[in-house]
């Protein structure tokens, strides 16, 4: 018996780099397919355990200083509500500049997270604070923007490659993107694939530089952590920068055990191919202490140097006023309270 | 300093108030033993943490008469309803001092506090109000209507889970209605001598339980003593054996918990992440000292590279040290006997032929210690394949099929746990059928529970303990006259 082996191909996809060199030349949905069916399950129990461990680490004193600095560093300070204004963005941002007015020696969080008509507002109101201007210097708040539709996705390519393009346009910096979800739970891995490469290619700007594509996966949608690890391993080779658990809008948003087993992928494609891809949480990830957990998880699962706004990020509102709380405590050696942090 | 080398975070001994004295628990109270006393160290610093008393002969006669006396004049005349109320009283009991207990427990055996606190401290209040539940209910043990219990028991307990250990053997002879003579091990009486100090606070009736403390003779003479009617035994092969051969002939029963060499098994579609983390907890938890624990390692040859690489990596992020430390994953060994034997063996093993590896960590200066290693290249004729080292060495030998998998699992005069991991259900439960272990875990390792058996085949003993099977071995069936015949 022989087999027909053109048939056996199936329907190319978007060649996309890093796919060719994992998969190989011959890139089809089919080919994707049995590459994303090949690896290796997560055993859900094991998983949860593990996690459960690495949330028991008790980080104290120094350790614990550096950890909610490095927190604000890390995040990404988001209002993403229908009920958005320009005034309430300006809000956002001034509190993305200065976290706690009463203590300057308070680091500058990583990015502001708008929709995508936010952007000009956020660019105005950041001014000389913003990453791409000339006066930040190194440091600097990014703007990142959700776009293709999202949260939910539905809406057609057109309007999702339009949807990315105009923020990147307006000046956003980083790129949060939702993958179909529909499509990836009935099978259909190409399509997702091809629009996230198609996504990618509507984040580069007129002089060749590229908006950095963060994936969101709504792994509360995707119910399974087998789901969640294909999914990240295809959001990878598409060509993300980032993935992301979570619009924020869907519970349950992001999990320290859906975190872990998506930092699993990332290590073994650095593993693989020496690339480092970021890590994002969003949604749901409040305190202080919640957010140390994932700290440790981040440096005991790829290693401490994962640990820097290009690889890892948390998509958060509340969080930052507990993280400001603790570290007043930390300073004074007392609690103070809700009256003595800024709202945005 | 960078984060990974998180700022210390030690576990209080404040909480504790030990005595610089402890005699022995005979008849409900402490009381000084005729031996010679000896000290407990912390095997983390090789310090001093209070001195022992240790049984002779004549100690050992008293506390079997004070546990006869209970059993005819108390405990054997309670309900089971009111033996039950005393075991959930225990239970409660150690649950309100368990920060004690665990720190107790970390100081003496040199576990990471993380598992006294998380483990063992909780698995024994456990024990205890799962055996409570049952202390009334003896008719559906499985022996038939009104089972009897035996009388007094003898029984002897080693040092890898001190406390649990204790509980593993009292809960169940108590419930069952038996009162109880019992010995720590000598390294390790600390937590057995604050339980002595909870039995009095429940007001458990006197010599209901007696502890008594020394070295292998003390035990000797516990097993040996005429007026015992049954003996537990949790230990060495070597030392169940001499059990055996001494209690063979008397009309004493029998339960043998011994030594094992347990393999854990990892098909190549084993979900890989958390089959390392299976195989770390296999062999390293409580540092390898653990009778069940998956000491060999049985790998698919496909994924033999893969399995091994990740493995060195995740060890070289465990955390070895000071026990009290609240991030410490490894703690120190037991004894500086245990830590020669696993020197010894290891350096065997490297003669033999094998490969070994260690992870790279600085080992503090005093006390007990030995990092985690693995053996590479290790054939089933290896000795570290077939002798206990009872140490965290894991040794690493493949296989290319099922049936050599079961083969090579088979293979040992021990029969105590097994593990398996694939993603496959059926071939795990085949593969499970064909094991000659008393545990098999699936897809994870080393999960304890109250209510299931535990215990082994061949030389790892006999007789099981927990669940209905544990309750078992301190009961009798009902005696009955053929006259009267007839069910109740």
Known sequence: ?344 | MTFLDYAPAPESTAILNLKSEYGLFINGEFRPGNGESFKTISPATEKQISTISCADEKDVDSAVAAARKAYERTWSKLSGADRGKYLFRIARLVQERSRELAVAESLDNGKPIKESRDVDIPMVAAWFFYYAGWADKLDYAGLGPDPRSLGVAAQVIPWNFPLLMLAWKIAPALAAGNTVVLKPAETTPLTALLFAEILQQADLPDGVVNIITGAGETGSDLVNHPDVNKVAFTGSTAVGRQIARSTAGTAKKLTLELGGKGANIVFDDAPIDQAIEGIVNGIFFNQGQVCCAGSRLLVQESVHDEVVDRLKARLSTLRIGDPLDKNTDIGAINSASQLGRMRELSDIGEQEGADRWSADCVLPSEGFWFPPTIFTNVSTSHRIARDEIFGPVLSVLTFRTPAEAIAKANNTPYGLSAGIWSDKGSRVLAVADKLRAGVIWANTFNKFDPASPFGGYKESGYGREGGRHGLAAYLAPAYRTAAKGGRK
């Not at chain 1, 708008?114 to 600097?140: F, I, K």
């Not at chain 1, 700290?295 to 994962?306: C, I, N, R």
């Not at chain 1, 890892?312 to 709380?325: C, E, K, P, Q, T």
Request: negative net charge; glycine residues 10%; hydrophobic residues 45%.
């Open chain 1, 1 to 344: 018996m022989t087999m027909d082996i053109s048939a056996a191909g199936g329907t190319s996809i978007a060649p996309a780099a890093r796919a060719l060199d994992v998969i190989g030349a011959d890139l089809t949905e089919r080919s994707l397919r049995r590459y994303l069916e090949g690896i290796a399950g997560v055993d859900a129990v094991g998983l949860e355990a593990r996690a459960e461990a690495l949330g028991t680490r008790s980080i104290k004193t120094t350790s614990k200083a550096w950890a909610l600095d490095r927190i604000i560093a890390l995040t990404d300070l988001t209002t993403l509500e229908g009920a958005d204004t320009p005034g309430k963005v300006r809000s956002l941002v001034a509190k993305a500049r200065v976290p706690d007015p009463d203590d300057l020696s308070t680091p500058q969080v990583a990015a502001v997270c708008v929709y995508g008509d936010m952007v000009p507002y956020a660019l105005q109101a950041l001014g000389g604070a913003h990453a791409g201007s000339t006066t930040a210097g190194s440091g600097g708040i990014n703007i990142a923007a959700v776009a293709t539709a999202f949260p939910s996705g539905r809406a057609s390519r057109a309007v999702k490659l339009a949807d990315t393009a105009e923020a990147v346009a307006a000046g956003a910096d980083e790129i949060d993107m939702v993958i179909d979800r529909g499509a990836f739970l009935s099978g259909r891995y190409g399509e997702v694939f091809d629009e996230i490469v198609a996504v990618k290619e509507a984040c580069r700007r007129d002089d060749g530089t590229y908006a950095h594509l963060k994936v969101i996966l709504e792994t509360g949608e995707l119910n399974t952590y087998d789901n969640v690890r294909r999914a990240s391993w295809l959001a990878i080779l598409a060509g993300g920068d980032f993935i992301k658990t979570s619009t924020g809008k869907v519970a349950p948003a992001a999990t320290l055990p859906v975190t872990l087993s998506m930092l699993e992928v990332v290590r073994d494609w650095h593993r693989l191919t020496g690339e480092k891809i970021g890590v994002k949480p969003a949604g749901g990830i409040r305190t202080s202490k919640a957010a140390i957990k994932y700290l440790v998880t981040v440096a005991e699962t790829v290693g401490e140097e994962w640990l820097q706004p290009d690889l890892f990020r948390f998509g958060a509102s509340s969080l930052l006023n507990d993280v400001i709380l603790q570290r007043q405590k930390l300073a004074s050696g007392h609690y103070s309270g809700s009256s003595y942090v800024t709202i945005d």
